[in-house]
């Protein structure tokens, strides 16, 4: 089976390729109009780049368009869960199409190795986005695989960003950080 593999960014590559490559034959696909500023996509991408480089691998980058994202999370207000599923469906959709354009049997993505995604939500989605372009979805959770994720990117030197890509997770990512400083200095 050919899978278009959708890849948020180097270091959530690297498990993911490695276990869906024991069986299938995957095309990594960057498509990621969520990330924001733009010179922190530069440098997701730039991440990604210098790996598949060193790997071998090609990396299809589609078109960096965040008025994508923003008209796709619009009306999702304050509300994360709602503002990642249409992240989601957004990211996955692109992918789709393209694997439906050059004719792909399956899509997956790397989300799936987080344990700060929602992973029913990326089933979910991922699964209506690619029955809307006639390819499958190939669900995989990956969870257990982060730290291994985590220790191989840092062995590797890769850049490893601590938000999850938009705006708004920028702003989240920092006030968590602040809350979890305030309850360090409380004990
Ligand atoms: S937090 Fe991450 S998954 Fe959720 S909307 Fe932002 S970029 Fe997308």
């Not at 050919?2 to 960014?9: A, G, I, K, S, Y």
């Not at 498990?15 to 869906?20: M, Q, R, S, V």
């Not at 991922?126 to 990117?153: M, N, Q």
């Amino acid at each position: 089976m050919r899978v278009l593999l959708h890849t948020c960014c180097g270091p959530c590559l690297l498990e993911p390729l490695d276990a869906i490559a024991e069986s299938d034959e995957v095309g990594v696909c960057y498509a990621n109009p969520n990330i924001f500023p733009p010179e922190e996509y530069a440098l997701r991408l730039d991440t990604l780049l210098a790996y598949a480089a060193d790997a071998g691998l090609e990396v299809l980058e589609l078109p960096y368009e965040p008025e994508l994202w923003i008209a796709a999370v619009v009306g999702t207000g304050e509300d994360r869960s709602s503002r990642c599923r249409a992240c989601y469906r957004l990211r996955i959709g692109m992918v789709a199409a393209e694997a439906a354009r050059l004719g792909y049997d399956a899509v997956a993505t790397t989300l799936s190795v987080s344990p700060y995604q929602d992973a029913e939500a990326i089933r979910e989605e991922g699964e209506k986005a690619c029955a809307r372009e006639g390819v499958r979805f190939l669900h995989t959770d990956f969870r257990d695989r982060y730290p291994e994720a985590t220790r191989r990117s840092r062995e590797l030197g890769m850049y490893r960003q601590n938000y999850c890509g938009c705006a708004p997770s920028m702003a989240e990512a920092a006030a968590e950080g602040e809350a979890r400083k305030a309850a360090r200095r409380k004990k």
